[in-house]
Each structure stands twice: as structure tokens, then as C-alpha cells.
């Protein structure tokens, strides 16, 4: 076994800011970066029946009972394999994107600074965090159709009421993510500049030395739904089968083929949010602790 000290990286999400994106391409290079050391897993591990990480670690009384708990080094150490990085990527750990049932939301991701010191206390060390910020208006309208293609049907108008703008609230959780304890280096990026940042991220996720392992696919992933679709939906009486007729829906009016991506938002909308989110990107720039990735200059 490598005598480097071990280092855990941990990309949190947030929810529909490219995070299947970056966990396909994490995991087609996943045999490069074990031959590196590095040992990544997602959803494809914590999502298996009795595998999330909360299980695994035994976070809560009572959590899978009936399956023998390991002891948690002895998980961290099957996790490690012979390498020096574990990378950890599953945005539902801090939480939920929308609530069950179409209930309303208005603080996003409450737990998510108690879970990651649960985490660090269950392995002994702490944990490097990774997180996307997204802009408001997209982030709530990306939530909703992602609520319709789950078989919850409801108006925007009710969604928007129940999910307000003041919901998406990045410093808010920034600064509980640099509060929580365990937490070791913080690094946020936009969701906008995704793809200009992505050898940073990476470069943070895996390592300097394995990064070249790593590339981006080269199609989007999860595209939402388009206006069309929308109304498709909603003109559908739901119930049961409401996720197959979101799903025909994205099929037959895909935003890839030119239907105009839906936007329940006015532009004096957008406005507000966006000069919100401008704001709240300075306050996280302006943090201790807290490196924010910027698009590289031209």
C-alpha cells in the first residue's frame, strides 16, 4: 500500500449543474486513475440497494439494519484499495433537489453541512468539498422539470410559489459548508462556466499528476424539458403514468432539435435573479476558505 497520506475529495452537487456530466466522465476514467491511485466512485456505487454512503458509514441508528455494518476503517480501506485519493461524487448525500409530493422549498440543502462533519467523523479525517452554484432562474426551472419527469404534475405557477427565487441561496449554504466541521478545502465554480473550468475541477478532484486521465464527454447529458414538453405534460391528466408521457414528451420535442428550452420566468425575472446571483458569487469570491473557480482570460 502507497505510504502517500491519504486525501478524500467529495463533489456534492449541487443538483442539475452538470453533475451526471461530470461523473460520466469521472467514470470512464476510472481504471487510469486507479493505475494513478486514485479510486473514484458515484451513483453508480451509492445507489446500489444499502450502499449510500450514510449506510455504509453508518451515519444514523437504525440505518440498514439487518445488513453487518463494517467497521467504518475498514470500509474506508476497502474504498481506498492500494491507492493515496478516494473521489466521491453523489449530489443526493446533502439532500433532496425537490421535496416529495411537490411540497414547497425554502431553504435548499439544510443538512448538508451536518452530514459532511458526520462523514469526516466517520473516517477520521476531514474531506475536501466540491460544489456548482447555478443561476437562480435556471436552477428553479431545471427543479421543475425535473419534478415533472419524477410523475409530479403541478403549474409552475404553483412550483414557483412553493420553490421562490430566495430559495436558490448559495452563500447561505457556502458559508455552512466553511462553518461545518471536517470540512477541509472548499472549491465552488459556476455552472455558466462549466466547461471553461473543467480541467480546474478535475485538476482538484483527482490530482495535478492524474488529470490528464479525465476528459469531458463530448455530449451533454440530462437535457431538460423543452416548452412543448411542458405543455405536453401538463395537458396530460398524470397520475400513474405521468413520468412514461414526460419522458415521450422530451422525445418528441427535444430541446436538441431546436424546441425552445422552457423558461417559466419573465425577463424582469430573470433580471432580479440574476442580479442576486451576481451578488451572491462576490460574497463567495470574497470568503476565507473558499476558492472560486473562474473562467480562465482569454
Request: overall charge negative; glycine content about 10%.
Given at each position: 500500500m502507497t505510504d502517500r497520506t491519504l486525501r478524500i475529495a467529495f463533489h456534492i452537487g449541487a443538483h442539475k449543474t452538470a453533475t451526471s456530466h461530470l461523473q460520466r466522465s469521472l467514470m470512464r476514467a476510472r481504471d487510469a486513475l486507479g493505475a494513478q491511485g486514485v479510486?473514484?466512485?458515484?451513483?453508480?456505487?451509492?445507489r446500489l440497494p444499502g450502499n449510500s454512503i450514510q449506510a455504509l458509514f453508518a451515519f444514523q441508528p437504525g440505518v440498514e439494519a439487518d445488513k453487518p455494518i463494517r467497521p467504518a476503517n475498514t470500509q474506508l480501506a476497502m474504498l481506498q484499495k492500494d491507492g493515496h485519493r478516494i473521489v466521491l461524487s453523489e449530489e443526493n448525500f446533502i439532500g433532496p433537489l425537490n421535496q416529495p409530493h411537490g411540497r414547497g422549498m425554502r431553504h435548499r440543502y439544510k443538512a448538508a453541512g451536518d452530514r459532511l462533519t458526520e462523514l469526516s467523523t466517520a473516517v477520521g479525517q476531514d474531506v475536501d468539498v466540491f460544489l456548482a452554484v447555478r443561476?437562480?432562474?435556471?436552477?428553479?426551472?431545471s427543479a421543475y422539470c425535473q419534478m415533472l419527469l419524477g410523475g409530479r404534475v403541478q403549474p409552475v405557477a404553483v412550483f414557483q410559489r412553493r420553490n421562490p427565487l430566495s430559495?436558490?441561496?448559495?452563500?447561505?449554504?457556502?458559508?455552512?459548508?466553511?462553518?461545518?466541521?471536517?470540512?477541509?478545502?472548499?472549491?465552488?465554480?459556476?455552472?455558466?462556466?462549466?466547461?471553461?473550468?473543467?480541467?480546474?475541477?478535475?485538476?482538484?478532484?483527482?490530482?495535478?499528476?492524474?488529470?490528464?486521465?479525465?476528459?469531458?464527454?463530448?455530449?451533454?447529458?440530462?437535457?431538460?424539458l423543452s416548452t412543448a414538453?411542458?405543455?405536453?405534460?401538463?395537458?396530460?391528466?398524470?397520475?400513474?403514468?405521468?413520468?412514461?408521457?414526460?419522458?415521450?414528451?422530451?422525445?418528441?420535442?427535444?430541446?436538441?432539435?431546436?424546441?425552445?428550452?422552457?423558461?417559466?420566468?419573465a425577463p424582469e425575472e430573470h433580471a432580479i435573479g440574476d442580479a442576486a446571483y451576481a451578488r451572491q458569487l462576490a460574497s463567495i469570491a470574497a470568503m476565507q476558505g473558499v476558492t472560486l473557480l473562474c473562467r480562465p482570460s482569454p
Open positions: 479510486q473514484y466512485y458515484g451513483p453508480d456505487h451509492f443561476r437562480p432562474t435556471a436552477f428553479i426551472n430559495s436558490v441561496d448559495w452563500v447561505d449554504l457556502v458559508t455552512r459548508l466553511r462553518a461545518a466541521p471536517g470540512v477541509g478545502t472548499l472549491t465552488v465554480w459556476k455552472y455558466e462556466d462549466y466547461g471553461a473550468v473543467f480541467p480546474q475541477i478535475i485538476a482538484g478532484l483527482v490530482g495535478a499528476e492524474a488529470a490528464d486521465c479525465v476528459a469531458p464527454r463530448p455530449r451533454r447529458i440530462n437535457r431538460g414538453a411542458v405543455a405536453q405534460v401538463l395537458a396530460d391528466e398524470g397520475g400513474a403514468t405521468a413520468p412514461k408521457v414526460a419522458q415521450a414528451a422530451r422525445q418528441m420535442f427535444p430541446i436538441e432539435d431546436g424546441h425552445d428550452p422552457f423558461d417559466g420566468f
